[in-house]
């Protein structure tokens, strides 16, 4: 745990450097975009988050439940994103990039201090593991905010590229499926809880994810222009973005070239599509007669052990609504799960981004229909 802790907080002040190298660890330098944090805020805001649940043993997210006062005089009132708007982010009288880095160092260390003389019992290093899902989670935020922000990563920074796979299909009998995990230990979102049977009819699913070969296919044939394709919401998208293709593909004679934080190169084509919304996934699938996978047949498949079954290098978008698994309740983190059941799309899996210590075939990750920014593709099943 203190490894995985020093490395994730490591990683942040690294990539948060890459937003300095570029001057955004200036909030006036920052554009005002609803999909992003001003990189200064986030710094504060990761080194705030583990100092609540860790040294000042809040019981809860609600601003009443944390036991200590905070290392910042405005710690609070600058970094508590239950009560600070994400407008108001660009607008606060933050400390200076050094002195957040500074809170970062204390915080980390009284954290790893404090760590060493816990008792080993397993419900203690709860909120450690919290905090390190926490940081895990905007360290790949970080990465979206890079990539919209067209800023330079170096490479040592990133994890080896998204490949599609085969155009094959897997036939899977179908069966009960144990949805979601029991908090027997170790560490669990509330929800992915409470542990529940349903009944997964049989289905046949790509091997692969659909590749920028295959869907340059669908933009070739009219994908974007031809409405059949689109849901309601879709073209609604669709007619605000006036999207001819996918997010940073660009056009260069005969061949695709796509931007990758701040350089241009070929696009790959066997390569999986990434930077596409749920309605892009869908048109595809539309036009191709396929269709997306329910998160438990997904879960199925990657739990199978069937060999062919890749995943982990793009969250994938699938059919289902962000809905609260039967007996919900939510956990010391208030504000995780609630607010975006219905409003949200699940995507399982995990991307190149993602540590692999957070990687599982259980984790319900959850977006909005309309993002494009994350590293997200999809995989289609048959009809």
């Known amino acids: 745990m203190a490894e995985a802790l020093q490395s994730a907080r490591h990683y942040t002040l690294a990539l948060f450097d890459c ?30 988050f583990a100092e609540w649940f860790i040294l000042r043993e809040a019981t809860s997210s609600h601003p009443a439940d944390a036991q200590r006062h905070s290392l910042l005089t405005r710690g609070d009132d ?18 200076s990039p050094g002195a957040l880095k500074t809170y970062c160092h204390e915080v980390l260390d009284r954290t790893l201090d404090k760590l060493s003389r816990e008792a080993g019992v397993d419900q203690a290093l709860y909120p450690y593991r919290l905090a390190l899902a926490h940081e895990d989670m905007h360290g790949e935020a970080y990465l979206y905010t890079l990539q919209t922000l067209g800023v330079p990563v170096p490479e040592q920074l990133l994890r080896a590229g998204a490949w ?26 509330d929800n992915e809880r409470e542990a529940h049977p349903v009944y997964v009819a049989p289905f046949r699913i790509d091997a692969g994810l659909v590749t920028n070969a295959q869907f340059a296919d669908f ?3 009219g994908g974007y222009q031809n409405r059949q394709y689109w849901s309601a919401a879709g073209s609604a998208w669709l007619m605000r973005q006036e999207r001819s293709s996918p997010r940073y593909w ?5 061949q695709w070239r796509t931007m990758r934080f701040g350089r241009l190169s070929t696009l ?16 595809y699938c539309a036009w191709a007669g396929r269709r997306l996978p329910g998160e438990a047949e997904w879960e199925y498949a990657a739990l199978s052990g069937q060999a062919g079954f890749g995943w982990g290098q793009l969250w994938e978008w699938t059919s289902s609504a962000f809905e609260p698994y039967p007996g919900f309740v939510a956990d010391r983190y208030r504000e995780y799960s609630a607010p975006w059941f219905m409003t949200h799309q699940v995507l399982r899996g995990a991307s190149f981004a993602t540590p692999s210590r957070f990687a599982s075939a259980r984790f319900r990750n959850f977006f909005k229909p309309e993002r494009d920014d994350i590293f997200c593709g999809f995989r289609t099943c048959a009809l």
């Open 250 to 254: 660009q056009r260069d004679g005969d």
């Open 268 to 283: 790959a084509p066997s390569e999986a599509v990434r930077h596409v919304c749920l309605f892009e996934a869908q048109a």
């Open 19 to 48: 937003f300095a190298a570029m001057g955004y660890d200036s909030l006036a330098r920052v554009p005002h975009l609803a999909t992003i944090n001003p990189p200064l805020w986030e710094l504060g805001h990761t080194a705030w």
């Open 164 to 189: 599609g796979g085969p155009s094959s299909e897997i036939a899977y009998p179908g069966g009960t499926l144990v949805l979601g995990r029991a908090q027997d230990g170790g560490f669990v979102f």
């Open 219 to 221: 933009v070739a044939d």
């Open 78 to 95: 600058w970094f508590d994103s239950n009560t600070v708007p994400h407008r108001s982010r660009w607008t606060l009288d933050l400390p």
